[in-house]
C-alpha cells in the first residue's frame, strides 16, 4: 500500500487557494477539504448544538475559536484517515497547527505569497450570496444573471471585509497568525513558498513539485467540502 499523503495549502484572502487546490485534487487525487466551506456546512445544520454554536460566530463576523474548530475538524480527518489529503484553510493558528501535529505527520504545506495590490484586485472582483456563503469571482467565476445567486437568484453582495482598507487589516493579521505556523513547518523542512501575481504562472511550480512527491491521480477531483 503507497504511503499516505497529508498537505496543507496557506495564504492571505484572495489568494487563489481554492483554485490551487481545487487543481492539485483534480490532478493528483487528493481528498480536498475546506474549512471555510466544512464550517459553513456546520452552521447550516441548525437543528444540531455545533450547528448553532458555530453559526453563532459567523453571525457575528467573528472567527471560531481555536479548541471549536479543532473538536469539529478531528472526526472529519478520522474519516478521511485511509486517504491522502489536502486541507485548505485549516490550521488557521499555531495552536491548531500544534493539534494537527500530534495527530498526523505532514508531508507538505504550501505557502502562497501574493503582492497586496493583486490582493486588492482580485477581492474588488469578488461578490458573495450571503445565506449560503457561495462567492463568485466577476472575473473568472461570475454568476450566469449578474448580481444573482445562481441556485436561488437571490442578492449578491460585496462583503465590507473585502474592500481596501479592511483588506489591508486582514493581511497583517494574517502575516501575525502565520508566521509562527510558518516557522514551525520551516523548522520540520515541509514548508514551500511559491510567489506571484497570476495563479496559472504559480500552478506550474506546485505541479512540478508535487510530482516528485505524488503519483499523477485520477482525472476527476473528489472533493469532500461537505461533513
Not at 127 to 149: C, E, L, Q
Amino acid at each position: 500500500m503507497a504511503k499516505l499523503f497529508r498537505a496543507v495549502i496557506m495564504g492571505p484572502p484572495g489568494s487563489g487557494k481554492g483554485t490551487i487546490s481545487k487543481r492539485i485534487a483534480q490532478n493528483f487525487g487528493l481528498e480536498y477539504l475546506s474549512c471555510a466551506q466544512f464550517l459553513q456546512d456546520i452552521a447550516a445544520t441548525k437543528n444540531t448544538e455545533e450547528g448553532v454554536l458555530v453559526k453563532t460566530y459567523i453571525d457575528k463576523r467573528m472567527l471560531v475559536p481555536d479548541h471549536v474548530v479543532t473538536r469539529l475538524m478531528q472526526p472529519r480527518l478520522e474519516q478521511l484517515s485511509r486517504h491522502s489529503w489536502l486541507l485548505e484553510g485549516y490550521p488557521r493558528t499555531v495552536v491548531q497547527a500544534r493539534s494537527l501535529n500530534e495527530l498526523y505527520q505532514l508531508d507538505m504545506v504550501i505557502s502562497l505569497n501574493i503582492p497586496y495590490s493583486t490582493l486588492s484586485d482580485r477581492m474588488s472582483d469578488k461578490w458573495i450570496h450571503p445565506a449560503s456563503g457561495r462567492v463568485y469571482n466577476m472575473t473568472f467565476n461570475p454568476p450566469r444573471v449578474k448580481g444573482k445567486d445562481d441556485v436561488t437568484g437571490e442578492p449578491l453582495i460585496q462583503s465590507e471585509d473585502d474592500k481596501p482598507e479592511a483588506l489591508m487589516a486582514r493581511l497583517r493579521h494574517y502575516k501575525d497568525v502565520a508566521k509562527p505556523i510558518f516557522d514551525l513547518y520551516k523548522s520540520q523542512g515541509i514548508l514551500h513558498s511559491f510567489s506571484g501575481t497570476d495563479t496559472d504562472r504559480i500552478w506550474p511550480y506546485i505541479n512540478s513539485i508535487l510530482s516528485t512527491k505524488l503519483p499523477a491521480g485520477p482525472s476527476e477531483s473528489r472533493q469532500t467540502q461537505t461533513p
